[in-house]
């Protein structure tokens, strides 16, 4: 086993033993879904109509659960040092690391979001769009908050300037997001350019948020 690998296992493992990212963001999206109807009344069709927007919107904020914790930990303890002096690149470190975050945490809400889809009255259409822009733009929202949870680890109160640093970056991630949820199910507007919009965003997440978090890491380290 290599020691990406070995380091993807270990955050996994890691990520089980503090009590479940996976569990506590679904439950979180499960209470934003249930708390919603009662706040917009007995209207079924309006329900319906921002479905895929509450989604967006639940998922975002349960991706920012635990964030503040994606390097405080291996700084505070060391790991981090330990990192540097492996040899790989942390440029590759922070990926792995980002990845390792979106299984735990942002992939399960993708996975439970068509059951939450029938809470929230959307058709079968409605819950199949937002459930493929969730996978596709879901990444982007991880990443773009490494970059926050790097510009913060060095701060005592850091997890609450982190929603502050993140959420306007992740603002056209939610536009393109809800845009193609609401394109796919309507003819006369285009699927494909939202929907390509959103996978730009995201690969350009990919590549954007593992050099910008590991010059803020060791900007903070040293």
Do not use: Q
Not at 13 to 18: C, E, I, R, T
Not at 41 to 63: C, F, N, V, Y
Not at 121 to 149: E, K, R
């Amino acid at each position: 086993m290599t020691g990406l690998s070995a380091l993807f296992v270990n955050e996994m493992k890691l990520a089980v033993k503090s009590g479940g990212s996976a569990m506590t963001g679904v439950i979180f999206f499960l209470s934003l879904v249930t708390i919603v109807p009662f706040a917009i009344g007995p209207d079924l069709e309006l329900l319906s109509r921002i479905g895929p927007a509450i989604l967006w919107i639940g998922t975002l904020l349960a991706t920012l659960l635990g964030l503040d914790r994606l390097f405080r930990n291996d700084v505070e303890d060391g790991t981090f040092d330990l990192h540097r002096l492996s040899g790989e690149p942390l440029e590759l470190i922070v990926f792995v690391k980002g990845v390792a975050h979106f299984v735990t945490t942002a992939l399960p809400l993708v996975v439970s979001a068509p059951l939450f889809g029938l809470f929230l009255n959307m058709d079968g259409d409605a819950i199949l769009a937002t459930a493929l822009t969730l996978l596709i733009g879901s990444p982007a929202l991880t990443f773009l908050g490494a970059i926050g949870a790097a510009l913060t680890v060095g701060l005592s109160r850091g997890g609450l300037l982190l929603p502050i640093l993140i959420l306007p970056l992740t603002i056209p991630v939610l536009i393109f997001g809800v845009a193609a949820s609401y394109a796919y199910t309507d003819p006369l507007l285009g699927f494909r350019t939202p929907v390509l919009l959103l996978g730009a965003m995201t690969l350009f997440s990919l590549v954007l948020s593992p050099i910008a978090s590991a010059w803020a890491l060791r900007l903070n380290s040293d």
